[in-house]
């Protein structure tokens, strides 16, 4: 069965840190381009980051930038993103999707469910 499961959502203070973790089963995330996707309540979904796998490259929202890093450790099926000095407009859910290709563009394929990431004092 193909799925993407993410990870490592909670609860934040302003200024802390959280690392998600996208795992993939039943399919080899190698060939894809992978992206980290958000939506607030109320709002729309918006993309945070992308990993290419045809040569690593990265891209952010201006949003992140500086802030998130995204990564993939192809030998455990996984793409992660670090995400550093979260600010309580960071809060929503993330979702992880595989982009139809091995770049970061074109249409999305899998999608994961979404973990909730809450930025508050």
């Known amino acids: 069965q193909v799925q993407l499961v993410e990870s490592g959502g909670g609860l934040v203070q302003p200024g802390g840190s959280l690392r998600l973790s996208c795992a993939a089963s039943?399919?080899?995330?190698?060939?894809?381009?992978i992206g980290w996707f958000r939506q607030a309540p109320g709002k729309e979904r918006e993309g945070v980051s992308c990993?290419?796998?045809?040569?690593?490259?990265?891209y952010y929202a201006d949003s992140v930038k500086g802030r998130f890093t995204i990564s993939r450790d192809n030998a455990k099926n996984t793409v992660y993103l670090q995400m550093n000095s979260l600010k309580p407009e960071d809060t929503a859910v993330y979702y992880c999707a595989t982009y139809v290709g091995s770049s970061c563009s074109g249409g999305m394929d899998y999608w994961g469910k979404g973990t909730l990431v809450t930025v508050s004092s």
């Open positions: 039943g399919f080899t995330l190698d060939y894809y381009a």
């Open positions: 990993i290419s796998s045809s040569d690593g490259s990265t």
